[in-house]
Structures are given as structure tokens and as C-alpha cells.
């Protein structure tokens, strides 16, 4: 795939929290790209730094003095992270947009939807008010609103949760950005309101060529819309593949175990579901070698004491010494694994 | 009147032997939606007129999204709050009206699991005291004889007993999620009402609790009413599944009837909306136009008109009729006969 073709390409990004007393790895050494027009989720449980890494490109986990950032974010060959707040500043609203989980607290409670969208839409270009009006009705017919004007005219108390998402997802979509940052977006809404969402963001980046990451912990909605499904764990990348293969043949053991541990919506239903044992690792105490060969069912010994490197592993990358698109090793090498949450 | 009649039936098929019986039971709230003193209350419809019967030992699924009533009916029916109108029967008991000591002895068999264990444990008491407190309350029980006694509960949800001194704050979602657990069960009750109770974990920790609460349905012989807006999960535990939208209860089946054959267009919309981890399916999806209308002002006939892709004229005059699929399946639909049977 030739260079020109990522949009944003993060290199050994790493995210440490200083809280006084020693650093705590928040993000260890992520690494992914995001191409033009492309749809790739991030997934992954509670505590997998998904959610701090999508941040961490936006330039707000910077915001925190206590947090210490490291590798590059190459955004078109311009490094994000070697850029003053000011820089950074102007990169927000115009290339780079963020929708975060919960729409109700995201919207200014004392601001009417019309003030603040006018914001916004002020901070890209200079129109006259009419024009900006005009542009403001445009942006919320865009994400399927239709009662502009009450709409507009409303506070966001009065309106439902999918409709200040939809408001959320016209703010960031007035400033045309190239890349969408999509904290959880759906995850506060019902399925058919969340059904709505999917298919909008999946229209607006046909129709604008924009590219999105997708932050989730739903397998299943990264099946519906993603173009790659990068799986995180304890702060490290350690899946990145096409949905096709993550999905019909996951290589890391804990992509394994997350579908696995998803009850099927037809067919037979197992009698006990196949949990992963165990809970996701505090990031202040995170087990040595790989964080994941406590709960992990192929864990050699060689998992306990050496961190395996993202490699490239049928069609995909993988951070794994033993991952299930092998061939199993010999079973007295494995460590015995069991216990629960 | 033919809705009481058509649930009953299906309820009497599977063995005759109902645990809890609601009949026409409706929760409404009086709320100001003015500001001015003068302007009447208007009439919130939580729960309208639902009937419903859940057999001993089976697991009742109740799902709907957010505003459909679920909660409220599931509160109602454990006697957390009392109905407007209805009649509530509990083992052979009417408890509708029950109030005092005579409630606090129908309580001990009805136990609630809350979806957020850590807002619903005490933060500055002990794991111990709060699985304890009911067998102090109720029992009289204390010390030796109590701390035993705890530390077999701990022990059956999977807890290990050397952890009674810790705070809820100390331990992991699944562990504080198992507390809530031990302590529903402590007292023995013959139903546990699970509301959203495995909604709030990490996937691979949700199989975990959603097995050990199937575990314990079957040792200590228990009833469920488990709500949950995640269909994928109510399919793995429930035997018979209840829909909600504003209200009503608009179809109810045997778990692998309602989602192989579902009858009701919300249902199918729902049951299409649910994403499932596999890109390959590319289901037809029915979108759903707009969102819920408010309780407050329900629309006239169906209430699921307003959104309903097979909505027609008969629809706004008249409320649907409850067909009967089958004898365990039953619909409130005025297509329902035709859509497909």
C-alpha cells in the first residue's frame, strides 16, 4: 500500500499517567494506520487504552499535565503530537473531529443547539448569518433531522439521546474534518436508534471521503461497518486484521475468547458460555511478559516472561507467541490456565 | 377481555404451575411538564395493562429499549413500587396491596440484582457485612454462625471467602457484580429479579455471570425475571421472552419461537437492528424511522404506528387485538395473521 494512502499513521504511541508516585502505562506502543476513506475500529474491553488512544490523536489526553505522551501520530507527514496547542487547536474542527460516548454531557447545557453549532461553524469560516443558517439546516437534514428549526431552537435537555448524538455527529461533520474520531458512539443508544447512527456515519464517509476510528467494545458493531479491526488489550495493539479474517478466524487468543463468550442469535445455544476466565488487568499492576497469559488458554512459558512484538500473521498482524492460526503446541508446554473473575 | 385471556393460556401450556401472575397491571405517574402551578399534571404510562404469568423455575426474558417500561414493570412486580391498577399474585397471594410486615415477608422471597454493582453496594461497608446484612436483618444470625454462612454464599457465586474484609471499591465489576448476587440469594427467595444485570460488564465477563446466575437458577431451584435490552443474551438464558415498546407487552414466545418466527414488525425490527459478529451476514435490515414517542402523550391505536413500516389506517383507530400464534406465542398486531404465518 503506497505511503500516500494513509491518512493517519500512529507509530509506538504510548500514554503514561504520573500519578506522584510512578508512571502507569495507560498505552503501550501502539501502532496503526488509518487510510483514506477507511472505516477501522478500535475495539476492545474496559482498561484496553482504546479509548485514551482515540484522545491522545485529538491532542486532549495532552491536556492533562500528569499524562506523559510518547511515539508519532503522522497525520499527512505532519507529526500531531510535535505540534503547539495553538496548531493543534486550529487541527480540531477542520481535519480532525471527535464524537464522544455520551451525547448529553458532551452538548453545553445552557446553550441552545443553534449557539452552539453557530461555534462551531464560526471557528472554520466567516459566512453571513443567513448563509450560516442555511448551513446549519443543511448539516442537520444531513444527519437525518428533519425538524430543523425546533431542532435549532431546543437545549439539549429537551431533545432524546439519539437525537444530540445526531447533533454531536453534525457538529463535527460541519467543519468537513478528514478523519472522524468516534468515541463508543452508539453505546449509550438503543439498537434501532444506534442502527440509524451506523448507517449515517457509513453514508457521510462514502459521500465525503472521510476516514473514521471507530472506538467500540462491540464486536458486533465493528462486524456491520469496519473496514479493519485493530483489537486492543491492556494498552497494546495486539490484533490488526481485515474484519473478514478477525471475525472467521481471529489469531490472537483473546480475540478468540471475545467472540467466543458472545451468545449466538441463532442456532443451538450453548449450555454454559465460553467465558474468559479472570478479569482485564489493572494498568497500575499489569502481569509480566504478555498481559494477557493470565487468562489466556494457550499460554506457553515463554509467554510469562517476554512481551511478543505485533508481526504480521496470516493476512493480518498479531502480538502473540502462540496464536490460534498455528498449529497448537504440544500440550504439556502449556501453561495451565483457569480461575475466575 | 381477550389480552388476559391469550396470556394466560400461553402461560397454563408449560406446566400450570406460576410463581407470579400479573393481570392487567398498569404503573402511571403523575408529572409536571409546566412550570406553571396552575397547569394540570399530565399522566406518565409506564406500564399499561400488562398480564403476564412466569412459571417456577423458568426464566422470564424481558426486553425492550430504553423507555419501553421494563424497569418500572419489573419494580412493580417485585413490589418495589405498587401498581396504579392490577392485580399482582405471588404464589397463590395477592400482593398488590400488601404493605407493612406482611410486604416485608413477601420481599424475602422476591430479591432484586441491580445493573450497577458498585452504585448499588454500601462503598464504606465490607463485602462480608453487605452479603451478611439480610441474614442479620431477617435471620438474627451472628457471629460464627453468620460468618460461616457468608463465606458459603461467597464461595457458591464464586468468591473466595478471604476477600469478606474488602470494600466493593477494591474489587473488579464481575467481582463486585457476584457481591450483588450472593446477596440477593442469601435469604433463600424463590425469585430474583436480574434488571440489566450483566449489562454494565466487560464482554468476557459477562459470559462469566451470565453462567454462574444460570448455575445458580438451577441448584437452588430459583425464578427469573431477567430484563436486559441486549437480545443476545436473553436468548442464552431466558425460556420464554417478553417484547416491550411503551408500555405493553406486544409479543411473547418461547425464546427459540420469537427469534426464529417473530411476529411483531418491532420485534423483527429489533431482532435486525441487534448487530452479530459476522460480517459475512448481511441481513436485511429494517431501519426504524424516528424514535419513540413519549409516554406522556401516546399516539391513538397501535402504539408502535408512528414507526411501524406496515402502519395503516386501522392501525390509528383501533388498538390491536392479541392474536394467538400458538398456544405459547401470542401477538398484539392487526397484521399479525397476515405478515407471514
Same mark, same amino acid.
Given at each position: ?85 495553538? %496548531? ?35 471557528? %472554520? ?22 425538524? +430543523? ?111 467466543? +463468550? ?57 502480538? +502473540?507467541?502462540?496464536?490460534?492460526? %498455528? ?15 | ?128 457485612? !453487605? ?60 425469585? !430474583? ?149
Amino acid at each position: 500500500m503506497p505511503a500516500r494512502d494513509h491518512l493517519l499513521r500512529l507509530d509506538g504511541v504510548s500514554v503514561e499517567l504520573d500519578n506522584g508516585h510512578r508512571d502507569i502505562p495507560l498505552v503501550r506502543d501502539a501502532t496503526l494506520d488509518v487510510r483514506k476513506g477507511e472505516i477501522v475500529c478500535l475495539v476492545g474491553e474496559s482498561g484496553s487504552g482504546k479509548s485514551v488512544t482515540a484522545r491522545t490523536v485529538m491532542g486532549l489526553t495532552q491536556l492533562d499535565r500528569r499524562m506523559k505522551v510518547g511515539g508519532t501520530a503522522l497525520f499527512d507527514d505532519v507529526d500531531l503530537f510535535s505540534l503547539d496547542a495553538e %496548531r493543534m487547536r486550529r487541527m480540531r474542527g477542520r481535519d480532525l473531529a471527535m464524537v464522544f460516548q455520551e451525547p448529553l454531557s458532551s452538548l453545553d447545557p445552557v446553550f441552545t443547539v443553534e449557539s452552539q453549532l453557530r461555534e462551531g461553524l464560526r471557528r %472554520r469560516e466567516r459566512l453571513s448569518p443567513k448563509a450560516e443558517t442555511a448551513r446549519l439546516s443543511e448539516a442537520l437534514q444531513e444527519v437525518g433531522i428533519h425538524d +430543523c428549526e425546533r431542532v435549532l431552537r431546543s437545549y439539549p435537555h429537551a431533545l432524546s439521546g439519539g437525537m444530540c448524538q445526531r447533533v454531536m455527529i453534525a457538529m463535527a461533520l460541519l467543519a468537513r474534518p478528514r478523519l472522524l474520531l468516534a468515541d463508543e458512539p452508539t453505546t449509550a443508544l438503543d439498537v434501532t436508534i444506534q442502527a440509524q447512527i451506523l448507517e449515517l456515519i457509513d453514508r457521510l464517509r462514502h459521500e465525503e471521503d472521510m476516514s473514521v476510528l471507530l472506538v467500540t467494545h462491540d464486536m458486533g458493531v465493528a462486524a456491520e461497518v469496519a473496514d479493519r479491526v485493530v483489537v486492543m488489550y491492556a494498552g497494546r495493539v495486539v490484533e490488526d486484521a481485515d474484519p473478514q479474517k478477525v471475525f472467521a478466524a481471529p489469531a490472537h487468543p483473546y480475540t478468540g475468547g471475545l467472540l467466543a +463468550c458472545i451468545p449466538p442469535m441463532v442456532g443451538a445455544r450453548p449450555v454454559v458460555l465460553p467465558a474468559i476466565g479472570g478479569s482485564v488487568p489493572d494498568p497500575s499492576s499489569l502481569p509480566g511478559g504478555c498481559a494477557f497469559h493470565p487468562r489466556c488458554v494457550n499460554a506457553l512459558p515463554r509467554c510469562t516472561t517476554e512481551d511478543p512484538p505485533l508481526e504480521p500473521e496470516a493476512g493480518g498482524t498479531v502480538a +502473540c507467541w502462540n496464536p490460534l492460526t %498455528r498449529e497448537a503446541a504440544p500440550a504439556p508446554e502449556l501453561v495451565h490456565n483457569g480461575g475466575s473473575a | 377481555m381477550t389480552a388476559v385471556v391469550g396470556i394466560q393460556d400461553a402461560g397454563e401450556r408449560l406446566d400450570g404451575d406460576p410463581i407470579l401472575t400479573l393481570d392487567e397491571v398498569s404503573k402511571h405517574f403523575q408529572v409536571r411538564t409546566s412550570t406553571n402551578p396552575f397547569h394540570p399534571a399530565s399522566t406518565l404510562r409506564a406500564v399499561d395493562g400488562v398480564s403476564l404469568s412466569i412459571e417456577r423455575g423458568e426464566t422470564f426474558g424481558l426486553v425492550g429499549e430504553s423507555g419501553s417500561g421494563k424497569s418500572t414493570l419489573g419494580r412493580v412486580a417485585v413490589r418495589l413500587d405498587a401498581p396504579t391498577s392490577g392485580t399482582i399474585t405471588f404464589d397463590g397471594q395477592s400482593i398488590e396491596n400488601q404493605g407493612g410486615e406482611q410486604l416485608r415477608r413477601t420481599r424475602r422471597q422476591m430479591q432484586v440484582v441491580f445493573q450497577d454493582p458498585l452504585g448499588s453496594l454500601n462503598p464504606r461497608m465490607s463485602v462480608g457485612s !453487605i452479603i451478611g446484612e439480610p441474614l442479620r436483618v431477617f435471620e438474627g444470625l451472628r457471629g460464627s454462625t453468620l460468618t460461616d454462612r457468608v463465606a458459603e454464599l461467597m464461595r457458591s457465586v464464586g468468591l473466595d471467602p478471604s476477600r469478606a474484609a474488602a470494600r466493593p471499591r477494591a474489587l473488579s465489576g464481575g467481582q463486585r457484580q457476584r457481591v450483588g448476587i450472593a446477596r440477593a440469594i442469601a435469604l433463600n427467595p424463590r425469585l !430474583i429479579l436480574a434488571d440489566e444485570a450483566v449489562s454494565a460488564l466487560d464482554v468476557s465477563v459477562q459470559a462469566q455471570i451470565t453462567n454462574l446466575l444460570v448455575d445458580l437458577r438451577e441448584r437452588l431451584g430459583l425464578t427469573y425475571l431477567f430484563i436486559a435490552h441486549g437480545l443476545p443474551i436473553v436468548r442464552q438464558v431466558a425460556q420464554r421472552v417478553g417484547v416491550m415498546y411503551l408500555g405493553r407487552i406486544v409479543e411473547v414466545a418461547d425464546t427459540d419461537d420469537l427469534f426464529a418466527n417473530p411476529q411483531h414488525p418491532y420485534t423483527r425490527a429489533l431482532l435486525a437492528a441487534s448487530p452479530v459478529p459476522d460480517p459475512t451476514v448481511r441481513r436485511e435490515r429494517i431501519i426504524l424511522h424516528g424514535e419513540p414517542p413519549t409516554p406522556l402523550n401516546l399516539p391513538s391505536g397501535c402504539r408502535f404506528r408512528t414507526r411501524c413500516p406496515m402502519a395503516a389506517e386501522v392501525c390509528a383507530q383501533v388498538a390491536p387485538p392479541v392474536v394467538q400464534v400458538s398456544p405459547t406465542h401470542t401477538v398484539e398486531c392487526h397484521f399479525a395473521e397476515t405478515s407471514g404465518i
